[in-house]
């Protein structure tokens, strides 16, 4: 029995007649009728009821029926569900990404993917860089968002945003009032950084920074990106990172960008000659869409509505006008209030 047999069945009990079901097979009538007589036997009962002029089909051949419908029904369901899942519109994608990304951007890429493929199974595993890397060639994650350079022949990437380091200060730190920071001025300073075990490619750039610079930092901490910011909030030193760490407030926290303006790349990543078409289809949206950077919560506001010690230098050191203070210590008005009140002047 094969679905030859089945569907010359269903055909016959559907049309309730050997000769129009003959027609719309495409077949002619004996070789059909011995094709049901074969099925019969295989099945060991009658499926029609051939005594009378009209074919009817017996009480066996109509449960038959009913299930040989579902069989089409579900092989029509599989051929439908195979050709998805053979562009990529189905299947099962484990993300590994970096906790940074959580606060800038990952989230967003992953609800506009759900959104066009809600076939697809997502499943994020929030992962080191390091950690990414070896996940990949044990096959325990499928792509992942690591920090650049990349050296390994077994992995391919491509880069997705390239964005500026910045310096991590407290806020009432003597450099926080400079607009930017030539690392050099950094020589003196304890440092926080983040675990080379953790990420080699990101603390092997740093390092290099540095040295280029004419110093090698001395490094009190080590901590996570996120505990970076609250150790160097706290006093204990001052950290070099990237840039996508602002959405991120701390109170008593300072960033300004570096002279010469260094910047760092990341990378999407995953097993060379993986083909799966979940994978492809994944990279090829990614590749559309970008991994977009969402906007910092307005300036001025930090968690809880208060103002923090790093808005409001941020205000003085980069604010277009920048009201200067006169010799009494108190603000000068800026340009445009002496505009406006040079326009009120003519007024009256």
Do not use: N
């Not at 950094?186 to 950084?193: A, G």
């Amino acid at each position: 029995m094969d679905l030859r047999h089945l569907r010359y069945f269903a055909a016959v009990a559907e049309e309730r007649h050997f000769g129009r079901a003959a027609q719309r097979l495409g077949i002619a009538q004996p070789p059909l009728s011995r094709q049901i007589q074969d099925l019969e036997s295989a099945l060991g009962f009658s499926l029609f009821d051939r005594s009378r002029r009209r074919v009817e089909l017996t009480p066996a051949g109509e449960v038959f029926l009913a299930h040989v419908r579902r069989v089409f029904e579900a092989l029509e369901l599989a051929v439908h569900e195979a050709r998805r899942a053979s562009v990529g519109e189905t299947g099962r994608l484990v993300v590994g990404y970096l906790s940074s990304l959580a606060y800038s951007g990952i989230t967003e890429l992953v609800r506009a993917f759900r959104t066009e493929f809600p076939a697809v199974e997502l499943v994020l595993r929030e992962m080191a860089p390091q950690e990414q890397v070896d996940a990949l060639k044990d096959g325990r994650i499928d792509v992942g968002f690591v920090r650049a350079p990349l050296h390994d022949a077994r992995l391919d990437a491509e880069r997705v945003r390239r964005e500026p380091l910045v310096v991590a200060l407290p806020a009432d730190h003597p450099l926080a009032g400079r607009k930017r920071i030539p690392l050099e001025l950094l020589s003196r300073e304890p440092f926080v950084v983040f675990p080379r075990q953790r990420g080699p490619a990101f603390f092997d750039q740093v390092m290099a920074l540095c040295r280029a610079a004419g110093f090698s930092p001395r490094i009190v901490q080590e901590a996570l990106h996120l505990d970076i910011l609250s150790l160097v909030a706290a006093g204990f030193g001052v950290s070099i990172l990237p840039e996508s760490i602002k959405i991120i407030r701390r109170r008593g926290l300072a960033l300004r960008p570096i002279v010469g303006a260094p910047s760092t790349d990341l990378l999407l990543a995953w097993r060379a000659g993986d083909t799966s078409p979940t994978l492809q289809q994944f990279l090829s949206f990614v590749r559309r869409v970008g991994l977009q950077k969402p906007r910092a919560a307005r300036r001025g506001q930090a968690a809880g509505g208060q103002r923090d010690e790093e808005v409001q230098r941020d205000e003085e050191v980069q604010r277009d006008d920048g009201g200067q203070r006169d010799d009494g210590g108190q603000r000068a008005p800026t340009r445009r209030a002496r505009a406006r009140a040079r326009a009120v002047a003519a007024e009256e």
